[in-house]
């Protein structure tokens, strides 16, 4: 059977939709904090059915039917891979909270998606270049097939950097921050703030979280049985047979932690508290989980719609949820008391941000319009004499 000819790219929405999975990672939290009267593990566990079973899984199996055929069919090398790559983000996962909790919703966002959007734009491209044979070369990205300059790679380069940069700025008004404020007064944002425990948190939540995106773009195979296993997966929604294996693996090790804290912690007793309201507490956990996954689901999805240059698309949604988690951040109060100098610091670095995912934009329009320019001409039927 052929393989479904590949969708037109849409660069200006592959970024939109980026954009607004990194929207989605940076509210995910706020239902979270109307859970009342229930121990960390007790929550997370209901977000973790949520976020990595339950929605993306139904999601699967509605836009891409023949996810079990898929997964049967492939190969048992890729599938753990994707599965120990979700596995290791689990580990990462589980202190995600960890760090909003020492850091507050701004500042550890940022530091924790900025490690994450590094090592995740980065390391992906390299894989899938040796490891799979697929994609294109780092070097490949500064020149076109006849030698020259390949303006659509230099630009999502930039973008990339440009990103980089703005993380960089948004972590320096969080120590600048540091320095300003008294104890009392970080305490009143975020009543457990401690920025030197926080930022061990970060480095390790976010360089173990990246691995999500080695797993993501680690099933070339599955993504093509999806293409063409009765019924096809349409090129839209090939990713979600990766997504549901990876983010099994990461389901794999919340629920046992959370588990294994309820009984360390003996908060079993959480479930049936009187003083607990337990549907609210189940709904608020769903809600949480349902908003998280979105981003992944945004990420999968936005792919095919940035053609050549799709390995821009982590980079997107990281700096994206970093601006918006900094603007929530804004908006909570955590910066409450900064000086003008600071807070005008983390403006500029979220206006980085934003004109970074706008470079990542332009260079898939570059792209789209190098290829049309490289694209043979139509045959023509000559005249009859």
Known sequence: MNEPAA???????????FVLGGLAGAVFY?????????????????WALFALLIVPWALALIKSPNT??????????????????????????????????????GLGLAMGCGLCSAAGTIIPPIIRQVFHQEGTKFTELFQTSA?????????????????????VLVGLAGMSKEKELPEAEKKKAVAEYNFPKGMMVALFSGLMS?????????????????????????VIWKGMPVLVIALLGGFTVNFLWCLFLNAKNKTFGDYTKKDAPLLPNVLFGAIAGAIWVCQFIAFKTGEPRMGDQSYVGWAVLMASSIMFSGALGLILGEWKGTSSKTRGLLGFGLAVLL??????????????????????????VPAAK
Not at 69 to 77: E, N, Q, Y
Not at 155 to 162: A, D, E, P, R, T
Not at 222 to 228: F, M, N, P, S
């Open 147 to 167: 030698g020259a300059a390949n303006v659509a790679g230099i630009v999502s380069v930039i973008g990339v950097l440009v990103s980089l940069f703005g993380i």
């Open 68 to 105: 079990f055929s898929v997964l049967k069919a492939a190969p048992g090398k890729e599938l753990l891979y994707c599965y120990l790559c979700g596995a290791a983000w689990g580990f990462g996962g589980l202190t995600w909270g960890l760090m909003i909790r020492y850091l507050g919703v």
């Open 355 to 380: 004109g970074s995912a706008v470079l990542s934009g332009y260079s898939g329009k570059l792209g789209q319009d190098e290829a049309k320019q490289a694209a043979p001409p139509a045959a023509t």
């Open 210 to 234: 990246a691995a999500l995106s080695f797993g993501l773009v680690g099933g070339p195979t599955i993504e093509k049985l999806a293409l063409t296993t009765q019924p096809p997966t349409s």
């Open 7 to 17: 969708m037109t790219a849409n660069p200006a929405l592959g970024i939109l939709i």
């Open 30 to 46: 706020l239902p979270l904090k109307k859970v009342k009267n229930w121990a960390w593990e007790s929550y997370w566990l209901f």
